[in-house]
């Protein structure tokens, strides 16, 4: 199956620390667990959303909660 979506930064701190609960709760016992909860991989966290033909007839908040320009 192929879609056309664009990338999202995750900018939802809950968002955040739903997906780090889930890793914590699958990865509990590696020694690679804690680095994954740094600046970096946080900063690198993006959600996959579908990509609307037109942007410029969307105006609504998109699904990661911030206003669309």
């Not at 890793?23 to 690198?44: D, E, T």
């Amino acid at each position: 199956m192929d879609k056309d979506v664009d990338f999202a930064f995750l900018a939802d701190d809950a968002v955040i620390e739903e997906v780090d609960a889930g890793y914590r709760a699958k990865y509990r016992n590696s020694p690679y667990l804690q680095p994954i909860f740094g600046i970096g991989p946080h900063a690198a966290a993006v959600r996959l959303v579908p990509r609307v033909e037109d942007r410029r007839e969307e105006r609504r908040e998109d699904p990661l909660g911030r206003h669309r320009h």
